[in-house]
């Protein structure tokens, strides 16, 4: 455990340290980052047996968001991305938090997409404040 919140602590100032070099990450470039921890834990979830409505409800509302955003070859926009941190991430985390998961794999599963969201977040927060989400899709 302590192994891996090393790793994601120094995995987060690695990342955080590229955010500032001045380097833009293109929305596609961002989302291959988050996308695998994110669809990773959808798919966990879904083998859960017991789930109560209200997290399927809440994974039923992520997918289109996650969907949008991971898909292979979709084309992926800055408000996508912001979407899936707002939105489809937490909500994510929530059902992971409620559902009968091993407490060892909702503290991986929840390590992970916690990593996921602070890319996220860094990198979003890193982009100009005037891109526009098509200047931003297109990586000019």
Sequence with gaps: MLKKLCLAAGLVALIAGCATTGTVQTPAQIAAQ???????AITSL??????SDDAKAKLAEAAPVVAAVCSAGSSVSVVDLKSLGANALPAVMAVVNASSLSDQDKTRIGLDLTV???????????????ADPASAASGV
């Design 46 to 51: 879904q083998a859960v047996v017991g789930l």
């Design 34 to 40: 988050v996308c695998p921890p994110t669809q990773t």
């Design 116 to 130: 996921a969201q602070i890319v996220l977040s860094s990198v979003l927060a890193s982009l100009p404040a005037t």
